[in-house]
């Protein structure tokens, strides 16, 4: 087993629909879901997180976790709401200062997640070790965004890197050299 890698938030931010042209780089929450106001109207959210990779060494990952604090889940079951989200690689720079719902920068590559309430004052674990693997081979660290997978998502708060408990990754290196004699006391077994 390698050494494991805390790395904090470099900066979040969130953005939401009925809010087009609004920044909410510092506040102590960021939120990815929606809020329905009606059955035919809600307002959508967008979180951005970004990470300073710079100090990671430039070979591949056993793995990369994103960790983020759940606060609450608004879920609002009379629009049938759900708990799942998606995590997105970005495309582009941004600035978390000044990025609103109209600026926000294309992404690809989608995670899908579902929430669940138990883990509301807890921290949740995501694998993005692809994600991250990809910006170390390729140098293009634009950070993630994380949305509603659908129209009637829940409205997830997570706690900012503004706040105590602020979104973490974890990474480990794979071991290159891995000793596998240590494996040469047990029997080996054949396929049949």
């Not at 049938?80 to 600026?103: G, I």
């Not at 910006?135 to 829940?154: A, L, M, Q, R, V």
Request: charged content about 20%; proline content about 3%; aromatic content about 16%.
């Amino acid at each position: 087993m390698g050494s494991i890698l805390k790395i904090n938030s470099l900066s979040t931010t969130y953005v939401d629909s009925g809010h087009s042209n609004n920044n909410f780089y510092e506040c102590k929450n960021i939120y990815a879901g929606s809020f329905h106001k009606t059955s035919c109207s809600s307002v959508m959210f967008k979180s951005l997180i970004q990470f300073d990779l710079y100090n990671l060494e430039s070979r591949p990952l056993e793995y990369a976790y994103l960790c983020l604090y759940v606060k609450d889940i608004n879920s609002d079951t009379s629009y049938y709401s759900n708990n799942t989200l998606s995590v997105y690689k970005n495309l582009s720079h941004y600035d978390p200062k000044v990025v609103t719902w109209n600026t926000t920068p294309e992404t690809d590559n989608v995670i899908h997640l579902n929430i669940a309430s138990s883990e509301i004052g807890n921290y949740m674990k995501i694998n993005i070790t692809s994600f991250v693997n990809s910006w170390i081979k390729n140098d293009d660290n634009y950070g993630i965004t994380i949305e509603s997978g659908n129209f009637y998502s829940s409205l997830v708060k997570f706690a900012s890197s503004c706040s105590e408990k602020p979104p973490l990754l974890f990474v480990e290196y794979k071991n290159p050299k891995f000793d596998y004699s240590i494996y040469d006391d047990y029997k080996t077994h054949s396929l049949r």
